[in-house]
C-alpha cells in the first residue's frame, strides 16, 4: 500500500513535469510542424537562469523572472532565426534546432561551468507535508504537483476561453485563412514559441532543485518528451498528457517494483542453472531496466498505433 | 477604390497572371469570369498577398505588393476562399468572432446580423463549424470575412456545388452587402447570379482580362461567351 501511494505521488510528479515540457513542444509542432530539438534546452536555461537570480533575490523572484527571460529568448530565437530558416524548409529547421540544442549547453558550461549548482527548494518548502506508513512526502514534491496542474488550467482556459487562444486553434489548421482575417500569424507563432519556451523554463526552475541543475539535464529529459509527444500523438496536447502521466507513472512503478523475470518464472517452477547463456538476461530487474520502459513503449507505439494514443497525424 | 496594373504572378515556374488589369470602384459590384484554370482565384490570391505578385495593386491609393497578407486585410479588404475554409474545431459563434480584427471593433455587421440573414447559424451558433452542410459552411465563411468590416470583399465561386436554395440564399446576402455600401468582386463561372447583380464584368482567359463591359454588353457578345465562357 505504502509503495503504491507513494509511486503513485512521485509518478504525478514525474509526470506533470514532463506535461509541462510536452505541452508547449506540442503546440510549436502544432504551428510549425517541426520538432524542436533544443526544446529541452529551455527547461536547463530556467534552471541555470533561476539559480543565478535566486542567488541575488530568493527563490520565488527566480521561480517568476526565470521562466519569462527564456520566454524572451525563445521569442527572440524564433523572431531572428527560425523564422529565417523556414523558408528552407523543415529540414533546415530540424537542423537548426539540433545545433541550437548544442550551443546552449556550451554556453551553459562556458557561464555555470560543468559542476552540478547548489540550487535548492526554498526554506519555506524545505519540509514533510505528511507522513504515511513510516515515509515523508516532501513539501516541495507537492508545490510542484500544485504549480504544473495551476499551468496546466490556465493554458486549458487560455486556449478554450479566450480571442488569442481561439486564434491559435485556427492558426494550427488554417494559417493562410486566419492571416487573411488580419490576425498576425507570424507574431502569434512567436508568442507561442516564446510561452512555449517559457513552459519548458518553468518545468527547469521547479526540477532543478529536486532533480539536480547540471548541463546535461537537458539530455536527461529532453529524450523523453519527445517520447511522450510521440506517445501521446504528435500535435495532442490532450495525448501529451495522458503520454506524460502514463511514462511518469511507468517508470515510477518499474523502480519502486524490484522484481526480475527470474522471480517470475520461480512462480512457474521454471529455473535455470548459474552459467545458463540467458540467466544475465533473465536476472535483470525492474528498476535495472526502468530507464529503457519509455521507449520500449515508444517502439511498440510506432508498431501498433503509429499516430500516437490520441494523435491524428503519422508520426 | 482598387486599381490592378499589370499584375503577374507564377506558381513555381507555371506564369500563371500574365498582366491582369482591372478596376474597382467604391460600392461597386464586378464579377471575374471566366474558365476554370483561368487564373480568377489566383488573382484574388494574388490581391490578398496569399501568392507573391508582381505589377501593382493599389487600394485607395496604398500599394499593396509587397504587404504582408494580415496587413492588406487591415486595410479594408475581405476574401471568401473557394474551399469554404471554416475552422472546423471552433463553434459557429467562435468563427464568427475570430473574424473580428478586434473585439472593440464597431462595424456594419454584427453577430445578432448575421444570425437574422441566416437563422440556421443562430440555430448552430454553439455546434462545431466542421459539423455544418456545404452550404452552411458557405454562409459562415461570407459571414465571418463580413464581421472584419471589409470595405471591398472578394468572394470567390460562392455558389459552386449548392441547391439552388442555398444558392438564392447567397444570392440575397450578395444583395445585402451590396446595400451597405461594400464593393464586391465575385469570381464566379455561372453566369445567372454574375449578372443578375453586377454592375460589370470582367472575362478572363489564359491569364488576362479577355473582356471589360456591363452584364448588358457580354449578353449580346456571343462571340466572347462562346470563345471564353462556354464549354
Same mark, same amino acid.
Not at chain 1, 535566486?54 to 527572440?76: E, H, K, N, R, T
Not at chain 1, 538476461?281 to 498505433?305: E, H
Given at each position: 500500500m %505504502?509503495?503504491?501511494?507513494f509511486?503513485?505521488?512521485?509518478?504525478?510528479?514525474? +509526470?506533470?513535469?514532463?506535461?509541462?515540457?510536452?505541452?508547449?513542444?506540442?503546440?510549436?509542432?502544432?504551428?510549425?510542424?517541426? @520538432?524542436?530539438?533544443?526544446?529541452?534546452?529551455f527547461?536547463?536555461l530556467?534552471?541555470?537562469?533561476?539559480?543565478?537570480?535566486?542567488g541575488?533575490?530568493?527563490?520565488?523572484?527566480?521561480?517568476i523572472?526565470?521562466?519569462?527571460?527564456?520566454?524572451?529568448?525563445?521569442?527572440?530565437i524564433?523572431?531572428?532565426?527560425?523564422?529565417?530558416?523556414?523558408?528552407?524548409?523543415?529540414?533546415?529547421?530540424?537542423?537548426?534546432?539540433?545545433?541550437?540544442?548544442?550551443?546552449? %549547453?556550451?554556453?551553459?558550461?562556458?557561464?555555470?561551468?560543468?559542476?552540478?549548482?547548489?540550487?535548492?527548494?526554498?526554506e519555506?518548502?524545505d519540509?514533510?507535508?505528511?507522513?504515511?506508513?513510516?515515509q515523508?512526502?516532501?513539501?516541495?514534491?507537492?508545490?510542484?504537483?500544485?504549480?504544473?496542474?495551476?499551468?496546466?488550467?490556465?493554458?486549458?482556459?487560455?486556449?478554450?476561453r479566450?480571442?488569442?487562444?481561439?486564434?491559435?486553434?485556427?492558426?494550427?489548421?488554417?494559417?493562410?485563412?486566419?492571416?487573411?482575417?488580419?490576425?498576425?500569424?507570424?507574431?502569434?507563432?512567436?508568442?507561442?514559441?516564446?510561452?512555449?519556451?517559457?513552459?519548458?523554463?518553468?518545468?527547469?526552475?521547479?526540477?532543478?532543485?529536486? @532533480?539536480g541543475?547540471f548541463?546535461?539535464?537537458?539530455?536527461?529529459?529532453?529524450?523523453?518528451?519527445?517520447?511522450?509527444i510521440?506517445? +501521446?500523438?504528435?500535435?495532442? @496536447?490532450? +495525448?501529451?498528457?495522458?503520454?506524460?502521466?502514463?511514462?511518469?507513472?511507468?517508470?515510477?512503478?518499474?523502480?519502486?517494483?524490484?522484481?526480475?523475470?527470474?522471480?517470475l518464472?520461480? @512462480?512457474?517452477?521454471?529455473?535455470?542453472?548459474?552459467?545458463h547463456?540467458?540467466?544475465d538476461?533473465?536476472?535483470?530487474?525492474?528498476?535495472?531496466v526502468?530507464?529503457?520502459?519509455?521507449?520500449?513503449?515508444?517502439?511498440?507505439?510506432?508498431?501498433?498505433?503509429?499516430?500516437?494514443?490520441m494523435?491524428k497525424?503519422?508520426? | 477604390?482598387?486599381?490592378?496594373?499589370?499584375?503577374?504572378?507564377f506558381?513555381?515556374?507555371?506564369?500563371?497572371?500574365?498582366?491582369?488589369?482591372?478596376?474597382i470602384?467604391?460600392? /461597386? *459590384?464586378?464579377?471575374?469570369?471566366?474558365?476554370?484554370?483561368?487564373?480568377?482565384?489566383?488573382?484574388?490570391?494574388?490581391?490578398m498577398?496569399?501568392?507573391?505578385?508582381?505589377?501593382? *495593386?493599389?487600394?485607395?491609393?496604398?500599394?499593396?505588393?509587397?504587404?504582408?497578407?494580415?496587413?492588406?486585410?487591415?486595410?479594408?479588404?475581405?476574401?471568401?476562399? /473557394?474551399n469554404?475554409?471554416?475552422?472546423?474545431?471552433?463553434t459557429?459563434?467562435?468563427?464568427?468572432?475570430?473574424?473580428?480584427?478586434?473585439?472593440?471593433?464597431?462595424?456594419r455587421?454584427? *453577430?445578432?446580423d448575421?444570425?437574422?440573414?441566416?437563422?440556421?447559424?443562430?440555430?448552430?451558433?454553439?455546434?462545431?463549424?466542421?459539423?455544418?452542410?456545404?452550404?452552411?459552411?458557405?454562409?459562415?465563411?461570407?459571414?465571418?470575412?463580413?464581421?472584419?468590416?471589409?470595405?471591398?470583399?472578394?468572394?470567390d465561386?460562392?455558389? /459552386?456545388?449548392?441547391?439552388?436554395?442555398?444558392?438564392?440564399?447567397?444570392?440575397?446576402?450578395?444583395?445585402?452587402?451590396?446595400?451597405r455600401?461594400?464593393s464586391?468582386?465575385?469570381?464566379?463561372?455561372?453566369?445567372? *447570379?454574375?449578372?443578375?447583380i453586377?454592375?460589370?464584368?470582367?472575362?478572363?482567359?489564359?491569364?488576362?482580362?479577355?473582356?471589360?463591359g456591363?452584364?448588358?454588353?457580354?449578353?449580346?457578345?456571343?462571340?466572347?461567351r462562346? /470563345?471564353?465562357?462556354?464549354?
Amino acid at each position: 500500500m %505504502e509503495l503504491v501511494v507513494f509511486s503513485l505521488l512521485n509518478g504525478l510528479v514525474t +509526470g506533470l513535469l514532463l506535461f509541462m515540457l510536452s505541452s508547449g513542444l506540442t503546440l510549436i509542432f502544432s504551428m510549425m510542424g517541426v @520538432l524542436n530539438f533544443a526544446h529541452a534546452s529551455f527547461y536547463m536555461l530556467g534552471a541555470y537562469f533561476a539559480y543565478t537570480i535566486s542567488g541575488y533575490m530568493g527563490f520565488w523572484v527566480g521561480l517568476i523572472f526565470a521562466p519569462i527571460l527564456v520566454g524572451v529568448v525563445g521569442a527572440l530565437i524564433q523572431r531572428y532565426g527560425l523564422r529565417y530558416v523556414h523558408r528552407w524548409g523543415h529540414v533546415a529547421e530540424l537542423v537548426f534546432t539540433f545545433g541550437l540544442a548544442f550551443l546552449i %549547453e556550451e554556453v551553459v558550461q562556458f557561464f555555470w561551468g560543468k559542476a552540478t549548482k547548489d540550487y535548492h527548494e526554498p526554506e519555506l518548502l524545505d519540509f514533510p507535508l505528511f507522513t504515511l506508513f513510516g515515509q515523508s512526502f516532501p513539501a516541495y514534491k507537492a508545490f510542484m504537483i500544485f504549480i504544473s496542474i495551476g499551468i496546466f488550467i490556465a493554458l486549458l482556459m487560455m486556449l478554450t476561453r479566450t480571442r488569442v487562444g481561439l486564434i491559435i486553434q485556427a492558426a494550427i489548421t488554417h494559417p493562410n485563412t486566419v492571416a487573411n482575417l488580419g490576425h498576425n500569424v507570424p507574431l502569434v507563432f512567436m508568442g507561442v514559441f516564446g510561452v512555449g519556451s517559457a513552459l519548458a523554463g518553468l518545468a527547469g526552475v521547479i526540477a532543478g532543485p529536486a @532533480l539536480g541543475t547540471f548541463p546535461g539535464m537537458a539530455f536527461v529529459l529532453g529524450s523523453i518528451v519527445f517520447v511522450v509527444i510521440v506517445v +501521446g500523438g504528435l500535435g495532442s @496536447l490532450a +495525448g501529451a498528457f495522458v503520454a506524460s502521466l502514463l511514462i511518469g507513472w511507468l517508470q515510477t512503478f518499474a523502480i519502486a517494483l524490484d522484481y526480475s523475470m527470474t522471480d517470475l518464472l520461480d @512462480l512457474l517452477g521454471v529455473s535455470f542453472s548459474d552459467d545458463h547463456v540467458l540467466r544475465d538476461l533473465w536476472s535483470l530487474s525492474l528498476p535495472q531496466v526502468a530507464p529503457i520502459l519509455p521507449y520500449l513503449l515508444l517502439i511498440l507505439i510506432l508498431i501498433f498505433r503509429p499516430t500516437g494514443l490520441m494523435g491524428k497525424r503519422e508520426t | 477604390m482598387l486599381e490592378v496594373r499589370d499584375l503577374q504572378a507564377f506558381y513555381g515556374k507555371s506564369h500563371i497572371l500574365q498582366g491582369v488589369s482591372f478596376d474597382i470602384a467604391e460600392g /461597386e *459590384i464586378v464579377s471575374l469570369l471566366g474558365r476554370n484554370g483561368v487564373g480568377r482565384s489566383t488573382t484574388c490570391k494574388a490581391v490578398m498577398g496569399e501568392v507573391p505578385p508582381q505589377g501593382s *495593386i493599389k487600394f485607395r491609393g496604398t500599394e499593396l505588393v509587397g504587404k504582408k497578407q494580415h496587413e492588406i486585410a487591415r486595410l479594408g479588404i475581405g476574401y471568401v476562399p /473557394e474551399n469554404r475554409d471554416v475552422f472546423p474545431t471552433l463553434t459557429v459563434r467562435q468563427n464568427l468572432v475570430l473574424g473580428m480584427k478586434s473585439m472593440k471593433q464597431e462595424g456594419r455587421w454584427s *453577430i445578432d446580423d448575421m444570425f437574422d440573414l441566416f437563422s440556421n447559424l443562430r440555430e448552430r451558433a454553439d455546434i462545431r463549424a466542421g459539423a455544418l452542410s456545404g452550404g452552411e459552411q458557405q454562409m459562415l465563411t461570407m459571414c465571418r470575412t463580413l464581421m472584419g468590416d471589409p470595405d471591398l470583399i472578394m468572394i470567390d465561386e460562392p455558389t /459552386e456545388g449548392l441547391s439552388p436554395q442555398m444558392v438564392e440564399k447567397v444570392a440575397g446576402l450578395l444583395e445585402e452587402i451590396a446595400r451597405r455600401k461594400v464593393s464586391i468582386l465575385l469570381v464566379e463561372q455561372k453566369l445567372t *447570379i454574375a449578372l443578375r447583380i453586377s454592375h460589370r464584368v470582367y472575362v478572363m482567359g489564359h491569364g488576362h482580362m479577355v473582356f471589360d463591359g456591363t452584364p448588358e454588353a457580354l449578353l449580346n457578345d456571343a462571340q466572347i461567351r462562346s /470563345e471564353w465562357l462556354e464549354v
